[in-house]
């Protein structure tokens, strides 16, 4: 069974603080490892790491997928009260037939306190 | 955003009674599924599809059935709802590419 573990469950920093956010995975099969952030509604995507695309930066956020210890990292940096959320890792494999589905982690619940 | 919509947003039905939620794409993709979210176990897989009338279980399936006759509609039907079955349901289209998946905004289930 397909399994994405993050740590730590919740963090509370101040605003300007940097933070880690951690995930791994066992998956069958693996084809790409995505992080999404989740504040009252929907789940919105942040970053997609494939085996081709091991890091990728966008503002204060960057991720790095480390295929050989089975982990991703998030990071922020300077950290604003609008970046408290919920952070998610999902790991997308290959099942039968070519098609494909997400594992989730349980997320990450971040808050920045002014 | 891409066009995925979830009907209803909010249902608060009886324990027994059957329930169905809706999921319409204006995108054309091929993948939908279904996912529900609940404090401490974050999204869990009921059921995928991978075109028209082609499904398959995904971790949580039991009591729920899936259907997806046209393109565009995935529907979740909760044959006989129990309390176990509150929560917050989300459909999901795939947009391949640098992307990821693509939610809809949800729909809040309560079973009384």
């Known amino acids: 069974e397909d399994k994405v573990v993050q740590s730590p469950l919740s963090l509370v920093v101040h605003e300007g603080d940097t933070v880690t956010l951690n995930c791994s995975y066992e998956?069958?099969?693996?084809?790409?490892l995505l992080w999404y952030k989740q504040e009252k509604k929907a789940p919105t995507f942040l970053f997609m790491l494939?085996?081709?695309?091991i890091e990728k930066k966008s503002g204060r956020l960057s991720s790095i997928l480390d295929k050989k210890e089975l982990s991703s990292i998030l990071n922020i940096t300077a950290t604003q009260t609008g970046d408290s959320a919920i952070y998610l890792c999902?790991?997308?494999?290959?099942?039968?037939?070519?098609?494909?589905?997400?594992?989730f982690g349980k997320g990450i619940t971040l808050s920045v306190r002014p | 955003d891409a066009g995925i919509t979830q009907s209803p947003r909010h249902k608060v039905t009886e324990t027994g009674t059957p329930v169905t939620l809706r999921c319409h794409q204006t995108e054309n993709h091929r993948y939908m599924y279904w996912y529900r979210q609940d404090p401490g176990h974050g999204l869990r897989l009921i059921h995928y599809s991978y075109g028209v009338k082609d499904t398959d279980k995904g971790e949580v399936s039991d009591g729920y059935s899936v259907s997806r006759s046209k393109t565009e509609d995935f529907l979740l039907t909760l044959e006989s709802a129990t309390s176990s079955q509150t929560s917050v349901y989300f459909c999901a289209i795939t947009q391949y590419g640098p992307y990821g998946y693509t939610f809809g905004s949800g729909t809040r289930l309560t079973v009384v």
């Open positions: 999902a790991v997308e494999a290959i099942s039968t037939g070519a098609n494909s589905k997400l594992t």
């Open positions: 998956v069958t099969n693996f084809r790409s």
């Open positions: 494939t085996s081709s695309g």
